[in-house]
């Protein structure tokens, strides 16, 4: 089953929200979040190299990455995870270095929903219009629908029945 990415950029204010649902527990995805050697392998378009500085999340961690694209430019990241609860929600900053001393806060939670799916919902806030229409018009749409539709290739790949027919 193919889920849209649901994002929203409403006039007259500094947010960006936007919903995905996919087709597995909570837990998975919330695994999905939290574990780096995991989340190297779906955060972000396709075609980018995420290396990960450090990342540590929960509550009060921190997290740096770097994604190269195929040209080889960088493009670094970081923050700091104000809230995490497990299978529910997490609260942290987002700093692109692209956009330098703009700070936004994103609010995500997961909900589970029937059929062991689940729905991860995200609210993002920019300190000036300025700044959100900037992340807006730099193509993260694209960028956060591919690492969805990679979070659910990689979830698939870590089914019982899939590592089964491995061998594992």
Do not use: C
Not at 135 to 157: C, I, K, T, Y
């Amino acid at each position: 089953m193919t889920n849209a990415l649901q994002l929203t950029v409403p006039d007259g204010v500094p947010f960006i929200d936007f919903s995905r649902e996919v087709d597995y527990p909570v837990d998975q995805v919330f695994r999905a979040y939290s574990e780096p050697d995991l989340l190297v392998q779906w955060l972000g378009p396709r075609g980018m190299k995420m290396d990960i500085n450090h990342y540590d999340f929960r509550t009060g961690g921190s997290y740096s990455y770097i994604h190269t694209g195929p040209d080889g430019v960088p493009y670094e990241f970081r923050g700091i995870f104000h809230t995490v609860r497990e299978n529910e929600a997490a609260i942290q900053t987002f700093e692109f270095s692209g956009y330098p001393d703009i700070t936004s806060l994103e609010f995500m939670t997961l909900e589970a929903l029937d059929g062991d799916r689940t729905r991860i919902t995200a609210h993002s806030v920019y300190p000036s219009m300025e700044a959100r229409d900037g992340m807006a018009a730099s193509g993260m749409e694209a960028g956060v629908a591919e690492g969805f539709d990679r979070m659910d290739e990689l979830l698939a790949q870590l089914q019982p029945e899939a590592l089964q027919g491995r061998g594992a």
